[in-house]
């Protein structure tokens, strides 16, 4: 019922899913990334939006090599999953497919809208061009894929990858080889 009912308890969910995920893979808070901290310029003062003049704070800030950075905001979008889920026939599945797509949709014109990584390379780093949506749950991210690959694609092209706990995964291991290597060079 907390899952369905209150946004500010699925969010944090979903933060605590991605934090522990991070530090999991031995990512250090502070050092490797930074969790809702609020973006700030070279100067050390809050970055606003350009539409609404709102701070700036994304779930995770993750340092990447070379002075780069990518923001991953954790977003949950349970209700049409769990009604699919739970759905006794085709109506149901149908019309909760269709609540599910909507949701996960939301949020990808969310984090657009954010353009975060604008607002990063005012810090000093460089930031990829992509937000990283992470789904806290598998099977939500699985069900939208698989029956809305063009919407992820979509996202794709708006600089938005949609991706489940596996994918974040392989992206994080993708990572940490990447600082291996970076670190290897500079003691050679």
Same mark, same amino acid.
């Given at each position: @019922? #907390?899952?369905?009912?209150?946004?500010?308890?699925?969010?944090?969910? /979903?933060?605590?899913? =991605?934090?522990?995920? =991070?530090?999991?893979?031995?990512?250090?808070?502070?050092?490797?990334?930074?969790? *809702?901290? +609020?973006?700030?310029?070279?100067? /050390?003062?809050?970055?606003?939006?350009?539409? /609404?003049?709102?701070?700036?704070?994304?779930?995770?800030?993750?340092?990447?090599?070379?002075?780069? #950075? $990518?923001?991953?905001?954790?977003?949950?979008?349970?209700?049409? &999953?769990?009604?699919?889920?739970?759905?006794?026939?085709?109506?149901?599945?149908?019309?909760?497919? #269709?609540?599910?797509?909507?949701?996960?949709?939301?949020?990808?014109?969310?984090?657009?809208?954010?353009?975060?990584?604008? &607002? %990063?390379? *005012?810090?000093?780093?460089?930031?990829?061009?992509?937000?990283?949506?992470?789904?806290?749950?598998?099977? +939500?991210?699985?069900?939208? &894929?698989?029956?809305?690959?063009?919407?992820?694609?979509? #996202?794709?092209?708006?600089?938005?990858?949609? @991706?489940?706990?596996?994918? =974040?995964? +392989?992206?994080?291991? %993708?990572?940490?080889? @990447?600082? $291996?290597?970076?670190?290897?060079?500079?003691? @050679?």
């Amino acid at each position: @019922t #907390a899952l369905r009912s209150n946004n500010k308890t699925v969010g944090n969910w /979903g933060e605590v899913v =991605l934090l522990n995920l =991070l530090e999991g893979m031995g990512l250090g808070e502070g050092e490797d990334f930074v969790k *809702q901290e +609020a973006i700030k310029d070279v100067d /050390g003062k809050a970055v606003l939006s350009d539409d /609404g003049g709102r701070r700036l704070i994304p779930d995770v800030v993750l340092f990447l090599p070379e002075n780069k #950075a $990518v923001v991953i905001d954790s977003k949950v979008s349970l209700n049409g &999953y769990l009604d699919y889920c739970n759905s006794m026939d085709d109506a149901g599945r149908t019309a909760a497919l #269709a609540s599910h797509r909507q949701s996960v949709e939301k949020h990808v014109r969310e984090l657009s809208d954010k353009n975060y990584s604008q &607002y %990063i390379r *005012q810090t000093g780093r460089d930031s990829l061009d992509y937000v990283v949506m992470f789904v806290p749950n598998e099977g +939500a991210f699985q069900l939208y &894929y698989q029956n809305f690959r063009e919407d992820w694609h979509r #996202a794709f092209d708006k600089r938005i990858i949609i @991706t489940g706990e596996s994918n =974040l995964f +392989a992206m994080l291991k %993708i990572i940490e080889n @990447t600082w $291996v290597r970076v670190n290897q060079q500079k003691n @050679t």
